[in-house]
């Protein structure tokens, strides 16, 4: 969706003489979002990544937050496949969660 957002809408907003591509400015601000993901994933413990006295565990977190980028970017929800280790119903909380290595993601 990022793509074509570009592509469809690639207008220039004048500000103070001038010219923001805005399409440009918001996919670079989601890109480094995303590093900042990925250096948190990396830098994470073993001993917090899947602490037991967490209700919300590091990876669970870690998880969600890459599946809904991973829909989000997708052309449409029908187009959208999840990723092939991606577990049904884990985010309805039915299901004993055995958690995703560091090296998963």
């Given at each position: 969706m990022l793509a074509k957002a570009n592509?469809?809408?690639?207008?220039?907003l004048i500000v103070g003489g001038g010219k923001m591509d805005i399409p440009a400015i918001l996919i670079s601000q989601y890109k480094?979002?995303?590093e900042m993901l990925?250096?948190?994933?990396?830098?994470?413990?073993e001993s917090m990544w899947?602490?037991?006295?967490?209700?919300?565990?590091?990876?669970q977190v870690a998880y969600h937050?890459?599946?809904?980028t991973h829909l989000?970017?997708?052309?449409s929800e029908e187009a959208f496949t999840p990723w092939n280790?991606?577990?049904?119903?884990?985010?309805?909380?039915?299901?004993?969660?055995?958690?995703?290595?560091?090296?998963?993601?």
């Open positions: 592509e469809k809408h690639n207008e220039r480094a979002s995303l990925k250096q948190t994933i990396t830098k994470c413990p899947n602490a037991a006295s967490d209700k919300n565990k590091s990876w937050a890459l599946f809904f989000y970017v997708a052309d280790k991606h577990r049904d119903g884990y985010d309805y909380g039915l299901f004993r969660r055995i958690a995703f290595a560091h090296f998963q993601y």
